[in-house]
């Protein structure tokens, strides 16, 4: 490919090729300060055009890799950092065999972890961008990789994805050098990625044990309540893309996982509230 | 090296991944993941020397493969339930037979569609009993690609499972009806092996035919990197039986498929170094080069190169399937819809 960069982010490298300069120098910009990455890669994200003639005429991105969604629709050029993300995203959610995969977002205090999962639009990701700058270190914000082997939970901090209403949250707690460019008009409204902190990245290849799960909703009024084990299992099967594929490995995992970890659904109205309940959760469950 | 040559050159000699360096890893992983070869490759290179980092990722391909098989088995047997009553021979085709049989050919095999041959007077009857047993259409019931499949195929429309999510091609012969040569599909069946758990497997020779057929007398060669290191993992198997070859000949010759067979056997011998029998294999082409090209075209990113080798493949692919006048109306029908 014409254009390359690799990424470490906790065990997981990234090789990205590219059609384009743009999408990598947005890319590196965003990912400064990470370690240097392993010479031998995970994955191979691959930006291209998506015909021949769309390098430079009204030139769209497709994502491609290692792993492939059939039919996925292509991208604006001016999205090529977003493509870049979504492409790593698919790798680990199509191609990661080594970890259990759970979409959810994760916080690390005094060596344990919390796990905050939910749909799309429950504001996990804003709650552990928040938590990350106030006392807590960020895992990461998509995936969270639990091991097959220990059951410990691995970090794997990527950029964080702020969309629409929790931008301007962020950027009133976060120097404006960790952000990347404001991607308006994407298929998910606008996103803007945030860098996590100097703490975060120093501490990427730590391991934490599971202490805590929350299933977080925002735009509710301030509501917890304990969640059983069956339902915490069922949950975490449907917000994990790896589950069926990794078999009786994967059952084990997530089994030692629910035994071992207390779990709470919390509905919340604002940041601030949603802070204040998490700690307190945790307080209890230490 | 480039991406397919060297899934192909670690294949063939697996003690030269001592001497790869960092970026022939990215490149030999990446192309390998592409031509749904590292399950393979990674039991290939089971025991050799490679760095810490490749060892992580090939157990990791190791495991999947393991578990790929269990998905295989499984889906052969939950098929088998639901055909039992029906009373007809259900032979498995290509991957399932390797994993189901226990084949050289299925170490480290990626297993994607279960394929099965059943008797051609069976066909509704099999349709109806999957349908019952939570398989669904994919195509449309009735519109041209289901009555084309139907018309002109050598297997039904492809089914899908409900729940499991795997799908199924249910084959009545080895290559479309409208395909120059006519493979003798009775024979196929009435000389298939029982195995264990009540299906059945192509006899050693058969195998040979149904996959030199798959790739060189149908089809435009996409994943035939794939196709062509089964050939070679079966012959290895198969030439232990000092009869094998005359056997090979004999049924190449009656399924109508000798020059796909021997081209099979050439292209095996070019790129794996497998041992054949140049009585049956015939003498190098020029043409066997193009067809060598094809199966290689693949760079250290995991992308298509050549296109236009690839083209006249994919054109071939049609030409090799249909008369002119109905490949005409079918790219109208394609291009229209």
Redesign the interface.
């Known amino acids: 490919?014409r254009h390359s960069l690799s990424l470490q982010i906790g065990p997981v490298?990234f090789?990205i090729?590219s059609a384009w300069r743009a999408p990598l120098e947005a890319l590196a910009h965003l990912y400064q300060g990470y370690p240097q990455p392993?010479?031998?890669?995970?994955f191979?994200v691959?930006l291209?055009p998506e015909r021949p003639w769309r390098r430079w005429l009204r030139p769209s991105v497709a994502i491609?890799?290692?792993?492939v969604l059939p039919d996925a629709a292509p991208m604006a050029l001016a999205h090529g950092l977003l493509a870049a993300e979504m492409g790593m995203n698919l790798q680990m959610a199509l191609?990661q065999?080594?970890y259990l995969l759970l979409h959810a977002a994760s916080v690390e205090k005094d060596g344990r972890a919390l796990i905050l999962t939910g749909e799309s639009g429950a504001g996990k990701s804003t709650l552990a961008a928040l938590l990350g700058e106030r006392g807590w270190r960020l895992m990461g914000d998509e995936f969270a990789l639990l091991d097959l082997a220990d059951g410990r939970l691995r970090a794997f901090p990527r950029a964080v994805s702020l969309k629409n209403g929790a931008i301007a949250v962020m950027e009133a707690e976060v120097d404006a050098d960790r952000f990347g460019p404001v991607l308006a008009g994407t298929p998910k409204g606008t996103i803007r990625h945030v860098r996590p902190n100097k703490r975060a990245l120093a501490a990427m290849a730590e391991p934490a044990r599971p202490a805590l799960i929350l299933f977080p909703r925002f735009g509710e009024a301030a509501a917890a309540r304990g969640v059983g084990q069956a339902e915490v299992f069922m949950r975490l099967t449907q917000s994990s893309t790896n589950y069926v594929?990794?078999?009786g490995?994967g059952f084990e995992a997530l089994n030692g996982l629910v035994a071992a970890c207390p779990a709470a659904a919390i509905d919340y109205p604002d940041a601030a509230t949603a802070i204040d309940m998490v700690e307190g959760l945790w307080e209890q469950a230490a | 090296m480039r991406g397919g040559r060297l899934v192909a050159a670690v294949l063939r000699a697996p003690e030269i991944a001592a001497r790869l360096a960092g970026e022939e890893w990215n490149a030999l992983i990446a192309a390998a993941r592409a031509e749904q070869l590292i399950g393979s490759l990674a039991c290939r290179l089971d025991g050799h020397d490679v760095p810490e980092k490749v060892e992580r990722l090939l157990a990791a391909a190791r495991r999947d493969a393991a578990q790929q098989r269990v998905q295989a088995l499984w889906e052969a047997e939950m098929t088998r339930r639901a055909l039992a009553p029906l009373g007809i021979p259900v032979v498995l085709l290509k991957g399932n037979a390797f994993h189901a049989a226990g084949l050289a050919a299925s170490t480290g095999r990626f297993v994607g569609d279960l394929d099965i041959l059943v008797p051609r007077d069976s066909l509704e009857a099999v349709e109806a009993a999957l349908l019952a047993a939570g398989w669904e259409r994919l195509k449309e019931a009735d519109g041209y690609d289901d009555l084309y499949y139907r018309r002109w195929m050598h297997e039904l429309p492809p089914l899908i499972h409900r729940t499991r999510d795997r799908m199924i091609d249910v084959h009545h012969t080895i290559l479309p009806m409208t395909a120059r040569p006519r493979p003798d599909a009775d024979a196929l069946i009435a000389d298939s092996i029982a195995i264990d758990g009540g299906l059945r497997i192509l006899a050693p020779a058969d195998m040979i035919v149904h996959a030199a057929a798959h790739l060189f007398a149908d089809g435009d060669l996409a994943g035939g990197l794939r196709n062509l290191w089964d050939i070679d993992r079966l012959l290895r198997q198969f030439a232990s039986d000092p009869a094998f070859w005359g056997q090979l000949d004999d049924r190449a010759r009656r399924h109508q498929l000798g020059p796909a067979v021997a081209r099979a056997l050439r292209l095996s011998a070019r790129i794996y170094d497998t041992p054949v029998d140049r009585a049956v294999a015939g003498r190098d082409r020029l043409v066997d080069r193009l067809f060598a090209a094809r199966l290689l075209a693949r760079n250290g990113w995991g992308q298509p190169v050549r296109p236009l080798l690839r083209f006249a493949f994919f054109v071939r692919s049609h030409w090799l399937r249909m008369p002119p006048l109905m490949l005409a109306r079918h790219l109208w029908v394609k291009a229209r819809g």
């Open positions: 490919m490298a090789r090729g392993e010479r031998i890669c995970d191979t691959r291209e491609a890799g290692d792993y191609g065999k080594s594929a990794l078999g490995a």
